[in-house]
């Protein structure tokens, strides 16, 4: 493993730190190396703030040293005035003479233009150092720029006979297949990602609040198909507590919560009128873009699920296979894929696949 390999690995690290928060941009990771040792780093900060070059030049105590050293990002910098100034201007500004690119940003306001400016400059650039794993953590940057639509990610829980939810149920909450330590994951990945879908009937049996509880960050943008709008307007994912989107045919306005509810924001609610009848997956995704969505959860049902994948509008699924039984129920949804990962999560199994046909 050469050095340029170990920084950009770092690199990687420091982006996670920035993934549910830094969108709609990308999450970059930067460091900065002065004779072998890492003397300054940084990651993009919640939207609107310093991007991962400006916080890890920052960083550096001794700007002396930037005229000899070399600044690692896993994306190019950007070269256009947004909320914050050109990247590579400021690169350029403190003389840093090598700069090490992961991979090139494909937006068009920058698309190899960052690295024009800084090799007009004088700037040593090289391009492509853990380029795919690079472009892997870019992946929902990458998928809204490239094919103009969210990253996409099924999730479902299974029980060992391949089922997701009983028939019938006595209670309007989830029957847990998969345990507390999946359940925190699951979470983790609410607060990782843009937004969050559902189909109606999940929405009136579980009532699901599709928010952060168990993992800090942000609650994901709710997102629920409701096609005749038969959810009650008084159903956790109504509360206004954070951007709704309503998928339905309907076109009358919904009546309010009740006086005595909580929610006081029933702004936040949009409703997206859509064929059902037609391609479902196509047209949620095209509007999700016009709500500038970056990636999704598709957490079901087991209908909602298969419409994806019947599709091929998916990117990543991620299913658990719990330790009940049930016998009889819902059956998941038909996937016949081979897993690229898979792991324990206590007596949990988590199988992750990768589509390379979409």
């Not at 950007?78 to 690169?91: M, N």
Request: aromatic residues 8%.
């Amino acid at each position: 493993m050469n050095d340029h390999t170990t920084y950009m690995q770092r690199c990687i690290q420091l982006a996670k730190n920035g993934i549910g928060t830094a969108r709609p941009n990308p999450s970059v990771g930067a460091v900065i190396v002065y004779k072998n040792k890492i003397i300054g780093e940084g990651f993009t900060s919640p939207y609107g703030g310093p991007h991962a070059e400006v916080n890890a030049i920052n960083s550096v105590k001794d700007k002396t040293l930037l005229k000899e050293s070399t600044i690692y990002v896993t994306l190019e910098p950007c070269s256009h005035h947004g909320k914050t100034p050109p990247c590579a201007d400021l690169i350029v500004k403190h003389q840093i003479p090598n700069v090490v690119i992961g991979c090139v940003d494909t937006n068009s306001l920058v698309a190899g233009k960052g690295i024009e400016r800084l090799q007009k400059s004088g700037c040593n650039v090289e391009v492509g150092v853990l380029g795919k794993e690079c472009f892997e953590h870019h992946k929902r940057f990458f998928t809204v720029q490239n094919k103009k639509r969210p990253y996409i990610i099924l999730k479902w829980a299974e029980t060992q006979d391949g089922f997701i939810a009983p028939k019938v149920k006595d209670e309007q909450k989830p029957v847990w297949i998969s345990n507390e330590f999946s359940q925190q994951l699951v979470h983790k990945w609410r607060a990782e990602e843009h937004a969050i879908l559902v189909g109606t009937n999940t929405v009136i049996t579980d009532n699901p609040k599709l928010n952060v509880r168990s993992w800090s960050g942000n609650n994901p943008v709710r997102v629920v198909l409701d096609k005749n709008l038969r959810a009650s307007v008084e159903a956790n994912v109504f509360d206004g507590s954070v951007k709704t989107i309503v998928f339905t045919e309907r076109k009358e306005k919904r009546e309010k919560r009740k006086e005595n509810s909580h929610c006081e924001q029933i702004e936040a609610i949009y409703y997206e009128v859509i064929d059902f009848s037609q391609n479902l997956a196509e047209q949620i995704c095209d509007a999700l873009y016009q709500h500038q969505i970056q990636s999704i959860i598709i957490e079901g049902g087991a209908q909602t699920l298969q419409t994806f994948i019947d599709t091929n509008l998916w990117d990543e699924a991620r299913v658990f296979i719990g330790n009940s039984i049930f016998e009889k129920g819902i059956k998941a949804p038909v996937f016949n894929k081979v897993p690229s990962e898979e792991m324990n999560i206590n007596n949990d199994k988590l199988y992750i696949y990768k589509n390379q046909t979409n």
